[in-house]
């Protein structure tokens, strides 16, 4: 599969000075940040902000976070945050990887599962799923 078809939606982010250590390349925690950002962005752009979300009851919590670090950014960089969406079951998995700014070289693969509590209680995500069903890929099973 290719990335074009891959992804279904991306977003450019810039290193802000406060993300760097004294070596002057991102802090490996920040890269979570940019992950939860990008999935922040990408609902609401699907239709279904947080805020929104929470006022229906429901809570998508992160379950599992499987993340490889491939090479650093630094000061002032930019990068294309990429992600592709599968759900499994009650799971929906997040494919999201982080591209320099050249949208060649990758510097984070990760798989980020989510599940999704409704009113208090695990749900099956149906709500979800309906809002994002356009985006929705078929699980590929590793």
Same mark, same amino acid.
């Given at each position: *599969?290719?990335?074009?078809?891959? +992804?279904?939606?991306?977003?450019?982010?810039?290193? #802000?000075? +406060?993300?760097?250590?004294?070596?002057?390349?991102?802090?490996?925690?920040?890269?979570?940040?940019?992950?939860?950002? &990008? #999935?922040?962005?990408?609902?609401?752009?699907? !239709?279904?902000?947080?805020?929104? *979300? &929470? %006022?229906?009851?429901?809570?998508?919590?992160? %379950?599992?976070? @499987?993340? &490889? +670090?491939?090479?650093?950014?630094?000061?002032?960089?930019? *990068?294309?945050?990429?992600?592709?969406?599968? #759900?499994?079951? /009650?799971?929906?998995?997040?494919?999201?990887?982080?591209?320099?700014? @050249?949208?060649?070289?990758?510097?984070?693969?990760?798989?980020? &599962?989510?599940?999704?509590?409704?009113?208090? %209680?695990? !749900? %099956?995500?149906?709500?979800? /799923?309906?809002?994002?069903? /356009? +985006?929705?890929?078929?699980?590929?099973?590793?």
């Amino acid at each position: *599969m290719s990335q074009k078809q891959k +992804y279904v939606y991306e977003l450019p982010i810039k290193v #802000r000075d +406060y993300e760097v250590d004294v070596e002057g390349i991102v802090n490996n925690a920040n890269y979570l940040h940019y992950l939860e950002h &990008t #999935r922040h962005e990408f609902c609401e752009q699907a !239709g279904l902000s947080f805020r929104q *979300m &929470t %006022r229906e009851g429901l809570t998508p919590v992160v %379950r599992h976070i @499987d993340i &490889t +670090y491939l090479s650093s950014l630094g000061l002032g960089d930019t *990068m294309i945050s990429r992600i592709a969406l599968e #759900r499994d079951g /009650a799971r929906f998995i997040f494919i999201q990887d982080i591209y320099a700014a @050249d949208g060649i070289r990758p510097v984070v693969k990760a798989r980020v &599962t989510i599940v999704s509590i409704e009113n208090g %209680r695990l !749900g %099956r995500g149906d709500r979800i /799923a309906k809002a994002f069903a /356009a +985006y929705i890929k078929p699980c590929d099973d590793e």
